[in-house]
């Protein structure tokens, strides 16, 4: 986890985050208008065992359009270069500093560590994470981010769970 909290202290920042009203000095300039691409790379931390250390490849999209005052709704697919990987949708919030914006969120994925021997167990996990990114120009953004997912089970097996930490970098394009 990162900054050496516990997942609990973690994910209820996140939550607490996108739940939180953005203060009138958080908001955007200008509105947004067009949907963002954002394209991803990062690394999954090895687990206690030393398992892990995959690549995640992902593709996102970022709506522009608020499903509730100031939340937006974040649609994912990401692939480890192996056989595993997942797809999620995640509602996140934009905290705007000039030209710098933070961007935490939270949501269900759907995983399978691996997709050529399919375990009801893997299905339904949960993502939480937090982007920083920079604005670059008026159509594109470079970020550097967090992410976790996992099942949540503090009894569950280490197969049921993704359990995985990911750090990330991404560049994002408005369309």
């Known amino acids: 986890?990162?900054?050496?909290?516990?997942?609990?202290?973690?994910?209820?920042?996140?939550v607490l985050s996108v739940l939180a009203p953005v203060p009138e000095w958080a908001r955007p300039d200008q509105p947004l208008l067009d949907?963002?691409?954002?394209?991803?790379?990062?690394?999954?931390?090895?687990d206690k065992a030393g398992i892990?250390?995959?690549?995640?490849?992902?593709v996102e999209l970022w709506k522009s359009k608020d499903v509730y005052p100031g939340i937006r709704p974040m649609y994912s697919v990401a692939w480890d270069g192996k056989t595993g990987g997942y797809a999620s949708f995640t509602?996140?919030?934009d905290f705007h500093l000039g030209k710098f914006q933070i961007s935490p969120y939270g949501g269900?994925?759907?995983?399978?560590?691996?997709?050529?021997?399919?375990?009801?167990?893997?299905?339904?996990?949960?993502?939480?994470g937090f982007d920083v990114s920079l604005k670059l120009g008026q159509t594109t953004k470079l970020t550097a981010g967090f992410y976790h997912i996992?099942?949540?089970?503090?009894?569950?097996?280490?197969?049921?769970?993704?359990?995985?930490?990911?750090?990330?970098?991404?560049f994002v394009s408005r369309f």
């Open 35 to 46: 949907d963002q691409i954002v394209y991803s790379f990062g690394m999954n931390a090895p």
């Open 52 to 58: 892990g250390k995959d690549g995640m490849y992902a």
């Open 1 to 14: 986890m990162p900054f050496g909290t516990t997942y609990a202290a973690y994910a209820t920042a996140i």
């Open 150 to 170: 996992s099942n949540l089970s503090k009894t569950g097996s280490p197969e049921g769970s993704a359990d995985m930490d990911v750090t990330r970098i991404a």
């Open 91 to 93: 509602l996140r919030k």
């Open 108 to 128: 269900v994925a759907l995983y399978q560590s691996d997709w050529t021997n399919y375990n009801a167990e893997d299905l339904i996990q949960y993502r939480t």
